[in-house]
C-alpha cells in the first residue's frame, strides 16, 4: 500500500510503538525519514538506527528508549506539523520552542534536516515538520 504522508507514517508508527511498550519498530526507508531518525538518536529520544533489507525494500528499525523499571516511554508525545495539504514555515526569528525549550521541532532547512535549536543557532528557517516531546 502506497503511503502519501511517509513523515506522519513513521511517527504514528514510532507513537503506536512506544505506546505497547516495543523494543523496536520498523520504518520504510526514504531520505527524510533516515534524517529525522538520526536527529531524533542525536537529541537521546531512541537509542538506535539500523538499515534492513536490499534493494527498493529498505527498512529503518528504530529502538526506542524507556526509562526506569517501569518502561516509561522516553517520548511523551509527537505531534505532525506541516502536513501534505498545509504546509508551515517559519523564519529564524519566528522558529517554534516546544513546551519552554523541554521538546524539541525538527525543521526541514537548506542545510538538512535539523532541531529548532540548531537551525536558530545557524541562522536558518524552513518547513516546521513535527514536534516531539
Known sequence: MAVNDTIADMLTRIRNASLARHQTTEIPATRMTRSIAQVLKAEGFISDIEE????VKRNIVVTLKYKGKTRKPIITALKRVS???LRVYSNTK???????????AIISTSSGIMTDRDARRSGVGGEVLCYVW
Open 52 to 55: 534492513t533489507g536490499e534493494g
Open 83 to 85: 502536513t501534505p495539504g
Open 94 to 104: 519566528d522558529l517554534p520552542r516546544v513546551l519552554g525549550g523541554i521538546g524539541i
